[in-house]
């Protein structure tokens, strides 16, 4: 079985930081791409930053030179690195790896629960 944790998140202030870790674990023969994506009601979720195993990165228009995502192979983790926090950045934060478990024959999108993110002074 593979889970995907994120134990961040949490209210923060407007112009603030927040970094957000996301782990995999359990059956994992190969872990591919990881990312976030983030929801708020009334739209729909959408990427907000990406990376390959090989540390190729992709990020929304909204969060280029304010966030930044990072990956640790070693402990199958990537960090969200949020800056200069704004009220709209307030959102469910969801994390997705894509994996190849050991009892599976593809590659598998696995998601998180989801983390709130509150910017609000």
């Known amino acids: 079985q593979v889970q995907v944790l994120e134990p961040g998140g949490g209210l923060v202030q407007p112009g603030g930081p927040l970094s957000l870790p996301c782990a995999a674990s359990?059956?994992?023969?190969?872990?591919?791409?990881m990312a976030w994506y983030r929801h708020t009601p009334g739209k729909q979720r959408e990427l907000v930053a990406a990376?390959?195993?090989?540390?190729?990165?992709n990020y929304a228009d909204s969060v280029k030179a304010r966030f930044t995502i990072s990956r640790d192979n070693a402990k199958n983790t990537i960090y969200l690195q949020m800056n200069s926090l704004k009220p709209e950045d307030t959102a469910v934060y969801y994390c997705?790896?894509?994996?190849?478990?050991?009892?599976?024959?593809?590659?598998?999108?696995?998601w998180g629960q989801g983390t709130q993110v509150t910017v609000s002074s």
């Open positions: 359990g059956c994992i023969l190969t872990l591919y791409g």
């Open positions: 997705k790896a894509d994996i190849l478990s050991t009892d599976q024959k593809l590659v598998a999108y696995y």
């Open positions: 990376v390959t195993s090989g540390g190729i990165t």
